[in-house]
C-alpha cells in the first residue's frame, strides 16, 4: 500500500473513505497538533461532510499540547491570512475546492499562513501511519452523518479577514457605480464575497450562494463558468466573477460575455503593476500549463515569465526564490505581493474592479489585446497513476510531438495531484495541428493505459 497521502494541494479523498474516514483524520488531527502546537485555526467549506471532518480533527488534536479555535465557514485564503496576521502557530481549512461535494480535503498551514513543505508532509504522513498501527482495518468506509448546511457564519472570523483585506485598498465607497455578477459556487464566498463588495458601493447580482451541503460546484463556479455566462445575459453589468468551492481562484467573464482567465488577468496586473514602479524585478511565475501567449505579450513589455509545475504552492515557492512580485495560473490562482500567500479569489476580485474603477475602462478595454494561442486540454481517467518514463511507447509519441511543435508550441503530460486523470495539453500557432496531434497522441496512450 501507498503511504502517500499528501497531493498537490494537501489530503483529499472522497468523504468517509481511507484517508478521509474516522480513523485516519483522528489520526491525522492528532499528527498535526503535534507538529504544529499552539493555537491553530481551523475553517471549512460548505460540504456536507465538512462538520463530520472537523469532529474527528478536534478528537485527533485533543490529544495534543495544540488548542484549535474553528473559524467555521469561510474561504481557504482567509485562514491562511488569518493565520499569519494574528500569529497563529498554523491553520487548517477542510475542503476539496472545486471537486465535487462527495470529495473533501485537509490544507495545511504553517506559522507564516503558506502550505507545508515536501519535507514536513513526508513527517506528517510518516507518523500519522505510526499512529495507525498495522491493523489495516483503519481502510474501512465510513458512512459520513448527513447534516443542513448553510454559508452562515456568526464566528466573527470572515470580519477580520475582510477588514484585512481592505487595509489595502480605499475605505470609502470607491466601488459605487459599478456592477457586478458572482457566482459564489454555493461554496465558501457565498456569505463573504457579497457583502464586502456591497459594502464598497457596488451593485452586486448574486447567483449560487445558497449552499446545502451538496450542491458546491454543482453546475456553476469557477469548474462551470456558463452559468455566470447566463446570468451576465440577464442583464448589465462591468463584469463577473466565479469562485471555486473554497474561494482561492476566481475566473471573470467582460461585460461583452468574454472568458478571461487567471493568464489574462496576470498581463493587465503585470502591466499595471510594471507601470506603477510595482512590478520589481520584472518576473511573473506562471505555470507549464500559461499559455504560451503570455509568454510572448509578457517580453514584448520587457517582463519574463517563469515557469514551474501546477500548483499555487510552486508558484509561491518560486515567487520567494526570485523575489517575482506576481504570479498565477490560468485556472484563477493569482498571487499578489500584499500578502505575499496563496492565491486569493476575493482579493483578485477587487484588484480587477480596482483596475476598472481607477482606469475608467471597461474590462473588455484593459484586456482588448488578449488573444490566446490555441490550446487543447484532455482529461484521460485513469485506474492508476504509472510513471509515464516508464511506457517507452508513449514516451517515443511525446518526443515526437515536442519535435513537431518546437519554436511553435507545447507539449505537456502530467498527471493531476488530487484527481485519478491524465492531463494532456496541446497548444500552438495552429488548431488543426493541435487536434491533429491530440489525436496520435490519445491513439498511443488508449493503447498503453486500456
Known amino acids: 500500500m501507498s503511504t502517500k497521502l499528501f497531493g498537490t494541494d494537501g489530503i483529499r479523498a472522497c468523504a468517509g473513505e481511507f484517508p478521509l474516514n474516522a480513523a485516519a483524520i483522528d489520526a491525522i488531527g492528532r499528527a498535526i497538533g503535534e507538529k504544529l502546537g499552539g493555537k491553530v485555526l481551523i475553517g471549512q467549506d460548505t460540504r456536507i461532510s465538512s462538520p463530520w471532518i472537523f469532529e474527528h480533527l478536534q478528537k485527533g488534536f485533543?490529544?495534543?499540547?495544540?488548542?484549535?479555535?474553528?473559524?467555521?465557514v469561510i474561504p481557504t485564503p482567509a485562514i491562511a491570512l488569518l493565520t499569519k496576521w494574528l500569529g497563529y502557530s498554523g491553520g487548517l481549512m477542510i475542503s476539496a475546492s472545486h471537486n465535487p461535494y462527495q470529495d473533501n480535503g485537509i490544507k495545511i498551514f504553517g506559522h507564516d499562513g503558506t502550505k507545508l513543505t515536501d519535507a514536513d508532509e513526508a513527517q506528517l504522513e510518516k507518523r500519522i501511519f505510526e499512529l495507525l498501527g498495522s491493523d489495516t482495518s483503519y481502510m474501512r468506509t465510513d458512512k459520513v452523518p448527513e447534516r443542513a448546511v448553510t454559508a452562515a457564519n456568526d464566528t466573527g472570523w470572515q470580519e477580520r479577514y475582510q477588514e484585512i483585506l481592505l487595509s489595502r485598498f480605499p475605505k470609502s465607497d470607491w466601488l459605487r457605480g459599478l456592477r457586478i455578477v458572482l457566482d459564489c459556487a454555493n461554496g465558501a464566498m457565498s456569505e463573504i464575497a457579497p457583502r464586502l463588495l456591497t459594502k464598497l458601493g457596488a451593485d452586486v447580482v448574486v447567483t449560487h450562494a445558497w449552499p446545502n451541503g451538496t450542491n458546491i460546484?454543482?453546475?456553476c463556479g469557477a469548474v462551470h463558468v456558463e452559468a455566470l455566462g447566463s446570468a451576465m445575459r440577464a442583464g448589465l453589468a462591468d463584469f463577473g466573477v466565479a469562485f471555486d468551492g473554497d474561494g482561492d481562484r476566481s475566473l471573470f467573464m467582460s461585460n461583452s460575455g468574454r472568458l478571461i482567465d487567471g493568464d489574462a488577468v496576470l498581463l493587465l496586473m503585470a502591466r499595471r503593476m510594471k507601470r506603477n514602479g510595482q512590478l520589481n524585478p520584472p518576473v511573473v511565475v506562471g505555470t507549464l500549463m500559461t499559455n504560451f501567449s503570455l509568454e510572448r505579450m509578457l517580453r514584448h513589455e520587457g517582463i519574463t515569465l517563469t515557469?514551474?509545475?501546477?500548483?499555487?504552492r510552486f508558484i509561491f515557492e518560486e515567487m520567494q526564490r526570485s523575489g517575482a512580485p506576481l504570479g498565477g495560473e490560468p485556472s484563477g490562482h493569482i498571487i499578489f505581493p500584499d500578502f505575499n500567500l496563496s492565491g486569493d479569489g476575493l482579493?483578485?476580485?477587487?484588484?480587477?474592479?480596482?483596475?476598472?474603477a481607477t482606469d475608467r475602462a471597461s474590462f473588455e478595454d484593459l484586456t482588448r489585446d488578449w488573444v490566446e494561442a490555441p490550446q487543447l486540454l484532455k482529461n484521460i481517467p485513469v485506474r492508476q497513476k504509472v510513471p509515464l518514463e516508464t511506457l517507452p511507447a508513449i514516451q517515443a509519441k511525446m518526443v515526437e510531438v515536442d519535435h513537431q511543435l518546437q519554436a511553435c508550441g507545447r507539449l505537456v503530460v502530467r498527471y493531476s495531484g488530487t484527481e485519478p486523470v491524465l492531463r494532456i495539453m496541446i497548444e500552438s500557432d495552429d488548431a488543426a495541428r493541435n487536434e491533429r496531434l491530440m489525436a496520435e497522441l490519445l491513439t498511443v496512450i488508449g493503447s498503453v493505459l486500456g
Do not use: Y
Request: glycine share 10%.
Open 217 to 219: 460546484n454543482n453546475a
Open 347 to 356: 482579493l483578485t476580485t477587487l484588484k480587477v474592479a480596482e483596475a476598472i
Open 62 to 72: 485533543s490529544g495534543t499540547p495544540a488548542m484549535i479555535q474553528n473559524a467555521g
Open 307 to 312: 515557469r514551474v509545475a501546477v500548483g499555487d
